[in-house]
């Protein structure tokens, strides 16, 4: 609301808001960027899939592990330092990759990208909720739209980039992050910032909470899903480059939409342990589908779609749960669960293509069903421990937060 009373539109924001914004998408790009070229990269540099699929684990590997130190860094150095060297650190490591000739080198410069990515997305939405006009409802929207166009454009842009060369996504992800980083550097304002160290044993401390501990170990096995559909499913659609990103762009709105509107639509007529107990079911049943589907690309691809349905559901509960589970600060709890979330995320990709390799195609889309239904699992016997979760409402400055944190998986 303005001064007067009218409201403020979510769209009419200052500049430093807008520049931290288009860094976000170009940031979350990166997710999905390397899916349309992983059998390029394979063809071209003589790898393995299971060496192609160590692009995805050194990543989120990196990232998860720099979730636990961001804050206390970025609680010293300030916001826009912390945003800046995230910027760099991708912008550098993007550069490297796009120049690297063997995939042992593209992986290592792929574990410098996390840790930009650490860095930057640690710290992004905080700057937004502090600059964006309206209030924090208006950044937690800014920051899913950047989110839901990231996840999408990423896999698109690197199949149209794809088709020149493999290494066209990767020059394409340079060129963008430095204008973020010129965007930023140029338009944030952070003015007198008040900064509260935070003990660097905090997100350690925060998994010893039970609620935190059960919604951490579910989301590793989630991640597991979450990441054999998104890593390892391009290779046996048999695609090219254009047709990858074209099935993963659908498969990137797909997600979008249901995190945006649909989940809190679903939370209104149910507790958020109720759905995720609906909803990751459902999901390993439509992981089991395409496991007997896998020899028909088609029906493949429907099932990617459906699946990113299912996980833009189960992001944002997820994500809320994180944040009503303690009475912890949200961006520590959130950072703790999402070191351990991201171990689900490293391992599957690398664990898929080896299964794929020694029985069928299809037996990584069961490995992936068993783990969300192990997932489920948890959730259930530790639905006690995760009561505070079903009786509180999120508060909307703090979803900010752990938004966050929690959706950049």
């Known amino acids: 609301m303005s001064a007067h009373g009218a409201p403020v539109s979510v769209w009419r924001q200052p500049a430093q808001v807008w520049a931290v914004a288009f860094a976000c998408v170009i940031a979350f790009m990166g997710i999905g960027l390397v899916d349309p070229i992983l059998p390029a ?19 989120l590997v990196v990232t998860g592990v720099a979730m636990l130190f961001t804050s206390w860094l970025s609680s010293r150095i300030g916001t826009k330092p912390t945003l800046l060297l995230g910027l760099g650190l991708i912008v550098v490591f993007a550069l490297l990759c796009a120049l690297s000739g063997s995939v042992d080198a ?28 309206g209030g924090s409802a208006a950044a937690i929207i800014l920051y899913e739209a950047a989110l839901g166009l990231g996840i ?33 550097l140029v338009l944030l304002r952070t003015g007198d910032e008040k900064r509260t160290p935070v003990p660097l044993s905090a997100p350690f401390r925060a998994l010893r909470r039970p609620a935190l501990a059960v919604l951490a170990i579910a989301a590793l096995f989630y991640n597991i899903g979450f990441f054999v559909l998104l890593a390892y499913s391009p290779f046996p659609l048999g695609f090219g480059a254009m047709g990858i990103g074209l099935t993963f762009f659908g498969w990137g709105v797909a997600l979008a939409v249901t995190s945006v ?54 992001n944002t509960v997820l994500t ?26 490293a391992a599957a990709p690398p664990i898929a293509a080896a299964l794929a390799h020694a029985f069928t195609a299809s037996v990584p889309f069961v490995f992936a069903a068993v783990s969300v239904l192990i997932s489920a699992g948890v959730i259930l016997l530790g639905r006690r421990a995760l009561a505070r979760i079903d009786g509180r409402e999120a508060d909307a400055a703090e979803q900010a937060v752990a938004v966050l944190v929690g959706d950049a998986a």
């Open 320 to 345: 809320e749960s994180v944040m009503e589970a303690t009475d912890l600060p949200r961006a520590v709890a959130s950072s703790s669960y999402s070191a351990v979330r991201f171990l689900g995320g």
């Open 152 to 184: 999408a454009i990423g896999p698109l842009l690197g199949g149209i980039l794809g088709e020149i060369s493999w290494r066209g996504p990767f020059f394409g992800v340079v060129a963008l992050m430095a204008i973020g980083f010129v965007a930023v």
């Open 261 to 314: 509107w649909m989940a809190p639509l679903m939370l209104r007529w149910m507790p958020r342990s109720t759905a995720m107990l609906v909803v990751l079911p459902l999901l390993a049943i439509d992981l089991l589908v395409a496991a007997l589907v896998v020899g028909s690309p088609g029906a493949l691809v429907a099932c990617i779609i459906v699946g990113g349905l299912l996980l833009g559901l189960m």
């Open 41 to 59: 990269i394979a063809a071209s540099l003589d790898a393995t899939p299971v060496e192609t699929e160590l692009l995805f684990t050194s990543y």
């Open 106 to 133: 593209v992986i290592g410069f792929r574990a410098g990208w996390g840790l930009g990515n650490a860095l930057f997305i640690s710290t992004a939405l905080a700057t937004i909720v502090g600059a964006a006009s």
